[in-house]
């Protein structure tokens, strides 16, 4: 019975429990602390799953650093405003390859000049002050009060400015390029066009 229903659910999910055995074997857990930490566990497993096939794929094409240094850019301005992501977990595998990859490789043959910096910079500051942070689900946002929405954005502002400023004054055109695109994408993810496109409905991420 125990293999019929196992064989019905996500590795994932089978792993983040056998993980939680052994790491709660001589605790007791209450339910509800149980499935937070299971959760927890599980969206774990999930990005470093993502993670490891973005990185297999930028090593073998010759690529690791410049998505490190884009994704890194890009999580900088994710981690305080959120956004919209995939509800397939294959679908947000492929996505975040062709974006974390893709736009790297593009950039490796030509490059935006310095100066349009400044407008990529533009955009995602009114974007930014528009519609960060998304309100989803797992962020508990949507019964948030003001006062934490207003310091994720007042943090997100400051982040994408000194993000922007290291993007400008960085000697290499190429890094400055992948730093200021991996803000401008983040950036992107947080407007209702993008919700639409990944069918999220801005209410999970």
């Given amino acids: 019975m125990r293999t019929m229903i196992d ?67 890009y999580i900088s301005i994710r981690s305080y405003a959120y956004g919209a992501h995939s509800e397939s977990s294959l679908t947000c595998t492929a996505i975040s390859c062709l974006i974390l990859i893709g736009i790297p490789f593009v950039l490796g043959f030509m490059q935006m000049p310095r100066i349009a910096f400044i407008i990529l910079y533009t955009a995602s500051h009114f974007i930014l002050e528009k519609y960060a942070p998304a309100v989803t689900k797992k962020n508990g946002l949507m019964h948030a009060n003001g006062d934490r929405k207003e310091k994720l954005k007042v943090k997100v502002l400051k982040m994408n400015f000194i993000v922007f400023t290291i993007a400008f004054l960085i000697p290499n055109l190429l890094v400055g390029n992948l730093i200021m695109f991996g803000t401008f994408i983040a950036s992107l993810m947080v407007t209702p066009l993008s919700y639409k496109l990944l069918k999220n409905e801005g209410m999970d991420v």
């Avoid at 605790?27 to 149980?34: C, N």
């Fill in 7 to 73: 064989s019905k659910r996500s590795v994932i999910e089978i792993l983040s429990e056998l993980m939680l055995e052994k790491l709660t074997k001589n605790k007791s857990l209450e339910r509800v602390d149980y499935l937070k930490c299971k959760l927890g566990i599980e969206i774990l497993l999930s990005n470093l799953s993502k993670l490891s096939v973005i990185y297999v794929v930028a090593m073998i094409m010759g690529l690791a650093i410049p998505v490190f240094i884009f994704h890194l850019a």
